[in-house]
């Protein structure tokens, strides 16, 4: 079958979008490509149409178990074969996955850029014939781009593994140094291809507005504008703080951060997309492979790190090509807190190594020693002895696991527990005789089958929105029921993080980092900080074309619909 006859059967379209038919052209030629293409484009398919016409397994790298999720989830509604190798699938498993690559008719294998680091994996590789290999979110590669993985940088092993393959590199934002990055990372060859369509969206007013009572500044911009807002803030705090001053004022919002846990994030992830929310209030961890279409306003509420993120965040906005609005609220103290934050980032070498010193102690872990199971500290406590700030603490923690000596699950509260010690019958006409707590216990009941018979973890949370309250007023319930006799609670408040070690505790002599790698990378970030700030404080110059021309687009006109433009036009 030709590219059209497989996108009219698949894909049920007629026509390639611009520039996806040069992309498919050039990787059947067999040609290294980067495609750079914005959200919603069509990138996937750039990758999955030649793979189609190709024998053979097209090997997916992708960063995020969601994305590889979506992908399985719609090649199999198409009856195509494909398969993953994310973390949750354990070295057993392997073999009988490449035996499906290699006779069961499995198209497409996806795997995440640490799994691709097992030998055992890579050995498999070449064991199957792989047609091409296409590497999404390729940003990730460079520390130029906003979102930098360490394990991309290892994507490159690939090459003397399949030196004949074919690799197309995908991303939705590089600019001319990400660009670099990307080829000279994935030893691109020397015909490779860059395919890029425009940036460019006219549909969105890039607002910056400076110096404003922000959260004042906040209820008029979503009072004014009354349909689906995602606001972006720095930390998880402010997140939640501002959620909660919106809902004050009857604004009907959630919010969203790294802390949740996971099915919390996908829940209300899930309640935003429906509109069962109209706000979203979340960090950057937010909105990687989500398409809302119907967004008509991002907003900034602190200032991101770089222009690249925040073309990213404000292109979540008029996914459906209407009106929409793009707010970056900006202070002098938001320029304080990311040089700040930027400073701690990039701790000095001895630095890291007290760090590790410090965590080995805490953990009582010997030199030489690698404990098999996961270990875990209280925040408050190891912050508390060591007298470092939560920023710090997470900033190492991401070092180490950078460098490979961690793996850490961060800032997770552990469930409280829950038991009912009275018995059925006087728990029964305890609900009689107490109105107030019948509802508020059949609830529990129905949450949580199990309470009779043992301490059952529970979710203050969970139960909060279940009954449209905050998670103070069910603690209150519990506490009461508990002084009444009718339950047990352990309120669990301790902040912890758990920690697996990847190796043996190395001594400190033996310990190194990258100085000259970290250092670049620092200096990378102050640039792109620097041109974030110059970005915000231009007063005259078009804001959409400054955006595109950092990213590396040649601009025309002047938008006539950006803050900029609109105070030329007075
Ligand atoms: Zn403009």
Redo the contacts with the bound molecule.
């Keep these: 079958m030709n590219a059209i006859d497989i996108l009219i059967k698949y894909w049920g379209y007629s026509k390639f979008r611009t520039k996806q038919e040069e992309v498919i052209e050039n990787i059947l030629a067999n040609k290294d490509v980067l495609a750079i293409f914005p959200v919603g484009e069509g990138k996937s398919l750039c990758y999955q149409i030649p793979a189609l016409m190709k024998n053979g397994v097209c090997l997916v790298i992708s960063p995020l178990i969601s994305l590889m999720t979506d992908q399985l989830r719609f090649l199999s509604s198409k009856g195509i074969k494909s398969i993953a190798i994310n973390k949750n699938i354990n070295l057993n498993e392997i073999d009988d996955i490449f035996n499906k690559c290699k006779f069961g008719g499995i198209k497409f294998l996806f795997l995440s850029p640490e799994r691709l680091q097992s030998s055992k994996i890579k050995n498999k590789l070449n064991d199957i014939n792989i047609n091409l290999i296409a590497v999404d979110e390729a940003h990730c590669i460079s520390e130029w781009g906003h979102q930098f993985r360490p394990s991309f940088r290892k994507i490159s092993d690939l090459r003397s593994i399949l030196p004949q393959t074919p690799i197309l590199a995908l991303t939705a934002t590089a600019n001319k140094y990400v660009t670099h990055d990307i080829i000279t990372n994935l030893y691109f060859k020397k015909n490779h291809e860059i395919v890029k369509t425009s940036l460019k969206k006219n549909n969105v007013s890039?607002l910056v507005l400076e110096n404003t009572n922000k959260r004042k500044k906040l209820i008029e911009l979503v009072e004014k504008i009354k349909s689906s807002i995602i606001i972006y803030a720095n930390t998880r705090k402010n997140v939640e703080n501002i959620s909660k001053y919106l809902n004050y004022y009857k604004y009907n919002s959630c919010f969203y951060h790294a802390g949740l846990s996971f099915d919390n994030r996908k829940n209300i992830q899930e309640k935003w997309i429906k509109n069962q929310f109209r706000i979203i209030v979340a960090t950057s961890s937010f909105g990687m492979g989500i398409n809302k279409q119907d967004v008509r306003l991002v907003i900034n509420f602190s200032l991101p790190p770089n222009i690249e993120t925040y073309y990213q965040q404000s292109g979540r906005a008029g996914r459906d090509n209407k009106k929409a609005f793009s707010i970056l609220l900006f202070d002098e103290n938001d320029i304080k807190y990311q040089q700040t934050l930027l400073n701690q980032r990039y701790p000095k070498s001895y630095e890291i190594i007290d760090f590790y010193n410090n965590l080995s102690n805490y953990l009582q872990i010997p030199v030489g020693m690698a404990p098999e199971e996961n270990k875990s500290i209280n925040i408050e406590k190891f912050k508390d002895r060591y007298k470092i700030s939560s920023i710090e603490l997470y900033n190492f923690l991401n070092i180490l696991q950078n460098e490979d000596y961690i793996i850490f699950k961060g800032f997770v509260k552990p469930d409280s527990k829950l038991k009912i010690i009275m018995d059925t019958n006087n728990l029964y006409k305890f609900q009689i005789e107490n109105r107030l707590y019948d509802q508020f216990i059949r609830l529990l009941l129905r949450t949580y089958p199990k309470l009779f018979s043992q301490y059952v973890s529970v979710n203050e949370e969970t139960i909060a929105k279940k009954i449209n309250s905050d998670i103070d007023f069910v603690k209150k319930i519990f506490k009461k029921l508990e002084k009444l006799e009718v339950v047990k609670y352990q309120f669990n408040d301790e902040n912890t993080i758990s920690i697996k070690y990847l190796s043996a505790r190395t001594d400190s002599q033996y310990l190194s980092f990258n100085d000259a790698e970290i250092k670049k990378r620092k200096k990378s970030d102050l640039y792109r900080l620097d041109k974030m700030i110059s970005f915000c404080r231009n007063q005259n110059k078009?804001?959409?074309?400054l955006i595109l021309k950092y990213l590396g687009e040649t601009v025309s006109n002047?938008?006539?619909?950006?803050s900029?433009?609109f105070k030329q036009n007075k």
């Design positions: 890039y078009c804001r959409r074309n002047d938008c006539e619909n950006c900029n433009c």
